[in-house]
Structures are given as structure tokens and as C-alpha cells.
């Protein structure tokens, strides 16, 4: 498989030699390059590059490079490129991994660093691959509710499982009350109060979660399994024995309206 490619540094002569080592390799697809935020952004948004080699720790400040570009890539792409940070220091890597960077490479970069590239990437796309086929199968068998997998006769819950440095916690999907946005990670809110952060963003539990998972807010998604009130006056929801008031926006009101009709349609008596 190619890839196409953007480069991003403040280093005219780092560029040239990013673009001279991708260039040995066939999968590499070179489409253009840029030295500071705006134009990198502008060029980004026009050629909607596979990967983009970023400089995040650039000589010239006024160049304004850093990992927040990748934020303001969310704002107006559905699907963001993959990001290689290209730099010279190690202590921003810490950093990065919250941003969910693809990959992280020091300088002065190596041939043997684009050949380990070219093989993640094309691991990613099979597990991928193989990811939406599984997918294909198990979305017959969810017609609405998204806590459970029918296999055959029975039925499983889905599990979570949260990875964060060699540790990997296991969540049942029902036991999640409603999930936050903080940055560029998510605190998820458990029914018996504990709270575990993960390192992916709100947009990818969007993804992946379906029914009764439901975004009301920029902030938020709940699982309306766990709400208890709905006040539309002071748009807000509530969340079953807690004090806690989850907020939703006009932007997601389509989204409380159904929650409310869901509601009504399961012979809840209206007094």
C-alpha cells in the first residue's frame, strides 16, 4: 500500500532530508512540505495527506509548531492523517503518546527508522482490516444494544479493555455511567463511582461505542441507561443516584429528544 505525505519543519535542510529518505522507499508518496503552523494546516486541509512528518520543537518559535496543530486537525477532518513527529529531543514523547501520534522518530532520522515505519503501518491496516470484518460479523447480531454481542445463543458483554503502560484494565460496557473529554484523553465515569482515564480521545469512544451510548455534549457521551432526569429548561440530564448534572448543547439536542422518546416508548408512566 502507498502513502502519501506532507512535511512539516522549520528546517529547510530537515526537510530535504526527511523527503530524501522517504524517497528511497516506493510506499512513500511526497506531495508537498511546509515551515510553519498556518501553512502546514492550509496544505493539510487541501491535499489530505495519509501522514504528515511533524516538527514539534522547532528552532524558529515564530514558526509556532506543535502538537496542538493536531487538535485543530479534528475541527475540520473526520479522518485525521497519521502523525510522525520528527525531532531531537526525547522529552517530549510523553507528550506526544497523549496525542495518539503514530509514531515518534529522533534525529537525524535513520533508514532503518522509515523501514520500522512502512512495517507498523502495514501491520495497522491488516489488524484493521481484520478489526472491520470482525465488525461486519458482530453488527449482525446488535440490533439496538450495543452492551451485549449475541454469539449463537448467548450473549456476552463488551469489554473495554483501557491500556495504559503495560497496564490493561477490563471494563463491562453497562458498567459505564458516562464518559468526559479532557484534552486529548477521557475520564470514564463508572455506576459505582470510580473514574479511569484513558488515552483516546471523546471522538474515538464515539466511534466505538454504539446504543444506549449517546453524545449530548462536546464534553460528553451517557449511557442513558444511567439517567434518571431531563431538564430541558435548564439543559441538563441527571445521572441515577448522584448528585451529578451532565450538561448537553444545542448541537446535540436531536440526540436528548430521542433519549426522551426512547423513554416514552417503553411504557414509562407519564403523571
Known amino acids: 500500500m502507498n502513502y ?23 510506499e512513500l508518496e511526497f506531495l508537498a512540505s511546509a515551515t510553519n503552523y498556518q501553512d502546514g494546516l492550509n496544505l493539510i486541509l487541501e491535499h489530505t495527506p495519509q501522514l504528515v512528518f511533524l516538527e514539534i520543537d522547532p528552532a524558529d518559535k515564530k514558526s509556532n509548531l506543535s502538537l496542538m496543530l493536531i487538535n485543530e486537525l479534528y475541527r475540520y477532518l473526520k479522518i485525521v492523517p497519521k502523525i510522525i513527529v520528527t525531532t531531537k529531543k526525547k522529552d517530549l514523547a510523553f507528550e506526544a503518546i497523549q496525542y495518539e501520534v503514530t509514531d515518534y522518530i529522533l534525529k537525524p532520522l535513520t533508514r532503518i527508522d522509515f523501514v520500522k515505519l512502512i512495517l507498523k503501518l502495514s501491520k495497522s491496516n491488516t489488524e484493521s482490516e481484520i478489526s472491520s470484518l470482525k465488525q461486519a460479523v458482530v453488527s449482525h447480531a446488535i440490533p439496538k ?101 451532565l450538561p448537553f448543547s444545542k448541537s446535540y439536542k436531536a440526540n436528548i429528544d430521542l433519549i426522551i422518546s426512547d423513554f416514552s416508548n417503553e411504557n414509562y408512566l407519564e403523571i
Not at 451485549?148 to 479493555?161: D, M, Q, V, W, Y
Not at 470510580?194 to 446504543?211: D, G, N, P
Open 145 to 245: 444494544n450495543a452492551e451485549h454481542i449475541k454469539i449463537g445463543n448467548t450473549e456476552k458483554p463488551l469489554i473495554l479493555c483501557i491500556k495504559s503502560y503495560g497496564d490493561y484494565r477490563y471494563i463491562d460496557a453497562k458498567d459505564i455511567a458516562y464518559l468526559q473529554a479532557d484534552n486529548n484523553s477521557t475520564d470514564i465515569h463508572l455506576s459505582n463511582g470510580e473514574m479511569i482515564t484513558a488515552f483516546k480521545t471523546l471522538k474515538h469512544f464515539e466511534s466505538v461505542l454504539t446504543y444506549p451510548f449517546i453524545r449530548i455534549h462536546n464534553s460528553y457521551i451517557v449511557n442513558r441507561t444511567y439517567i434518571s432526569r431531563i431538564h430541558n429548561g435548564n439543559t441538563v440530564c441527571y445521572i441515577k443516584n448522584t448528585t451529578i448534572k
Open 4 to 26: 502519501s505525505y506532507i512535511i512539516i519543519d522549520d528546517d529547510q535542510e530537515s526537510v530535504l532530508k526527511t523527503k530524501a529518505m522517504a524517497d528511497s522507499f516506493s
